[in-house]
């Protein structure tokens, strides 16, 4: 049940909802797939995930492993989040790194600073043929962009790990033919109905720690193409670019080459729930 705590005017009444069918999904996946897994980052979306999850199967362990393809491009907040989130659930977390991907030629890059993001798919599909999953759990949201607004819950990739939108199934009534052949598997969606909003709100409900980069705090940034850039060994100011000190928050904690903080004075969900609320721009 979700736990009534917003002191804020938002009705989140259809939050409950959202959870028993997020938890209804989770449980077809367990039931129905011989060897599913969940994509755990150490993000706001994956922290939610691992909430359902346990409201879902506990008191018993999770009938499947956690996951997360480290792309080397990571906030150090995020991964020690990471581990002391799963040590706390006494979860196992696979860990696969797109370095080492690189290392044996089925990935290149261009330079050390170059995005990863695209990179973490082969690496992905390399841990799929080592395990032999045959359904990957994310938190992926249909309102982050368009491309994922196209996905179904249960989106069906073939033997190459590709999506074809023909080769997708129906999804009337809350049926989810899950039927793969070898070699193929299921992408899952379980918050893909879920919004940015939804999740702050939920986080807020259900008082869920987080990587503490989402929340206002001071951080040496640049400004370029009308976007504030964190300063790291990956992403370094060039000589016309100054370096300031601002009070920032970051929305979402991926690659550290293409993810940039807002300026904000957040320190908690509720006041994160407020600047939400009035962003016109997508995470």
Same mark, same amino acid.
Not at 34 to 41: D, I, Q
């Given at each position: 049940?979700?736990?009534?705590?917003?002191?804020?005017?938002?009705?989140?009444?259809?939050?409950?909802?959202?959870?028993?069918?997020?938890?209804?999904?989770?449980?077809?996946?367990?039931?129905?797939?011989? *060897?599913?897994?969940? +994509?755990?980052? @150490?993000?706001?979306?994956?922290?939610?995930?691992? #909430?359902?999850? $346990?409201?879902? %199967?506990?008191?018993?362990?999770?009938?499947?492993?956690?996951?997360?393809?480290?792309?080397?491009?990571?906030?150090?907040?995020?991964?020690?989040?990471?581990?002391?989130?799963?040590?706390?659930?006494?979860?196992?977390?696979?860990?696969?790194?797109?370095?080492?991907?690189?290392?044996?030629?089925?990935?290149?890059?261009?330079?050390?600073?170059?995005?990863?993001?695209?990179?973490?798919?082969?690496?992905?599909?390399?841990?799929?043929?080592?395990? *032999?999953?045959?359904? +990957?759990?994310? @938190?992926?949201?249909?309102?982050?962009?368009?491309? #994922?607004?196209? $996905?179904?819950? %249960?989106?069906?990739?073939?033997?190459?790990?590709?999506?074809?939108?023909?080769?997708?199934?129906?999804?009337?009534?809350?049926?989810?033919?899950?039927?793969?052949?070898?070699?193929?598997?299921?992408?899952?969606?379980?918050?893909?109905?879920?919004?940015?909003?939804?999740?702050?709100?939920?986080?807020?409900?259900?008082?869920?720690?987080?990587?503490?980069?989402?929340?206002?705090?001071?951080?040496?940034?640049?400004?370029?193409?009308?976007?504030?850039?964190?300063?790291?060994?990956?992403?370094?100011?060039?000589?016309?670019?100054?370096?300031?000190?601002?009070?920032?928050?970051?929305?979402?904690?991926?690659?550290?080459?293409?993810?940039?903080?807002?300026?904000?004075?957040?320190?908690?969900?509720?006041?994160?729930?407020?600047?939400?609320?009035?962003?016109?721009?997508?995470?």
């Amino acid at each position: 049940m979700i736990v009534k705590n917003n002191p804020m005017s938002f009705n989140d009444d259809h939050l409950e909802f959202l959870e028993n069918e997020s938890i209804y999904i989770l449980r077809e996946v367990a039931a129905t797939s011989s *060897k599913p897994v969940l +994509l755990f980052s @150490g993000g706001k979306d994956s922290v939610v995930m691992l #909430r359902l999850a $346990e409201k879902a %199967f506990r008191p018993m362990n999770f009938p499947f492993p956690l996951l997360h393809i480290d792309t080397g491009h990571n906030f150090n907040e995020v991964i020690n989040f990471r581990d002391k989130k799963v040590k706390k659930l006494n979860e196992k977390l696979i860990v696969r790194k797109v370095e080492d991907s690189i290392k044996k030629g089925s990935v290149k890059v261009k330079n050390e600073f170059s995005s990863r993001n695209a990179a973490q798919s082969v690496t992905l599909l390399e841990t799929i043929e080592e395990f *032999k999953f045959d359904a +990957l759990i994310g @938190g992926a949201r249909r309102d982050e962009e368009k491309a #994922r607004a196209k $996905e179904r819950i %249960f989106s069906f990739r073939d033997e190459f790990g590709q999506w074809n939108p023909k080769s997708q199934r129906p999804e009337l009534w809350e049926l989810y033919n899950t039927h793969i052949d070898n070699g193929e598997h299921m992408r899952v969606f379980p918050i893909s109905n879920w919004t940015e909003l939804d999740i702050w709100q939920y986080i807020n409900n259900e008082k869920l720690e987080l990587p503490s980069i989402y929340y206002a705090h001071h951080r040496k940034v640049f400004s370029r193409n009308n976007l504030l850039v964190p300063v790291t060994k990956f992403t370094k100011p060039r000589p016309e670019e100054k370096i300031e000190d601002h009070l920032v928050r970051f929305r979402t904690v991926g690659d550290i080459t293409c993810t940039c903080p807002v300026l904000s004075n957040a320190t908690n969900p509720n006041d994160i729930l407020l600047e939400t609320a009035a962003s016109e721009l997508s995470e």
